[in-house]
């Protein structure tokens, strides 16, 4: 029965769910800045909202990756045997089930939280299928989707004032989640020094676009520095690895940096329009995720 349940709970990769969470945090936090509301307050008298949007991000994100290891069943049969499902410890109907019970409680507290949520979350749900049944077997719009579906949690985020402002914000998470789909390609063969290229330049663009936007709008550039600083080293320092050892082992290490470094990227965003204990909080999802990684894999 324990082994059942750890192989529903590896098919949701626990270690990554925590950066959902970050996505929305920061996603408020940039909205608030802009609709000058001070953030501190907000999360004070909407506690309860704010937890039902992050719970809602955290459940369709856990969907979404039941789902991608649903179609992928059959090549990770052969590439990942050790997987819940092609290891015959989950049988796929009962992975559907999973995955679809996991995507409607996220929809059921995005509506709980506002119509506006509820409806954002929706074409959430949309762009992960079709990256997990279609767009992921592309070599561009693979990536593409992927990116588009980690904007839209961002988005998810701001929707909780019912409007979303500033949009454009979440082209930033489309980039970074796009080389972390590149970067992945090579992680059961190696040989992707092409994509880590064009990944670490994606990099370098969301490492300027985040630092621009704050330094352009917002008097905390001095305040997210240090967060600007140590995202560039979790992410860069791996990716080096990766590309003078392109072995699948280091591919590994830099997708999982990749990843996980979302929620100090978020962290980014929120010291910039916030302040710095709002932005340590959010940062503090990392040694989470940390832990988590060490009993569930993260890619």
């Keep these: 029965m ?24 920061a996603g408020i936090t940039i909205s608030l800045f802009f609709l000058n509301i001070e953030a501190s307050a907000f999360f004070m008298e909407r506690s309860w909202n704010v937890l039902l949007l992050v719970f809602s991000s955290v459940f369709l994100y856990a969907g979404g990756v039941v789902f991608n290891d649903v179609f992928d069943a059959e090549l990770d049969a052969v590439e990942r045997p050790e997987r819940a499902i092609p290891s015959g410890l989950i049988s796929v109907p009962q992975a559907i089930v999973w995955g679809v019970l996991l995507m409607a409680v996220g929809l059921f507290l995005a509506y709980a939280t506002s119509v506006p949520s509820g409806n954002l979350a929706l074409v959430l749900v949309v762009a992960i299928l079709v990256y997990d049944g279609v767009a992921k077997k592309h070599s561009f719009f693979g990536p593409l989707v992927m990116g588009i579906c980690r904007g839209l949690n961002l988005l998810l985020g701001m929707s909780i004032l019912s409007q979303i402002n500033p949009w454009w914000v979440a082209l930033v998470p489309v980039l970074y989640i796009f080389a972390i789909t590149l970067i992945s390609r090579g992680e059961v063969h190696g040989n992707n020094k092409k994509h880590i290229l064009i990944s670490g330049i994606l990099y370098g663009i969301v490492i300027i676009s985040i630092t621009g936007t704050i330094f352009m709008f917002s008097d905390n550039l001095y305040i997210s520095l240090p967060f600007i600083i140590l995202f560039s080293f979790l992410v860069f320092r791996p990716l080096l690895r990766a590309y003078k050892d392109n072995s699948p082992a280091n591919i590994k290490k830099a997708v999982m940096a990749g990843v996980l470094s979302l929620v100090v990227m978020d962290a980014c965003w929120t010291a910039g329009f916030s302040n710095w204990y709002i932005a340590l909080g959010v940062l503090l999802l990392l040694p989470l995720s940390l832990i988590l990684s060490r009993i569930f894999a993260v890619t």
Excluded: E, S, V, Y
């Design 2 to 25: 324990m082994k059942k349940i750890m192989g529903f709970a590896r098919l949701a990769r626990p270690a990554n769910l925590p950066t959902a969470a970050a996505d929305i945090l």
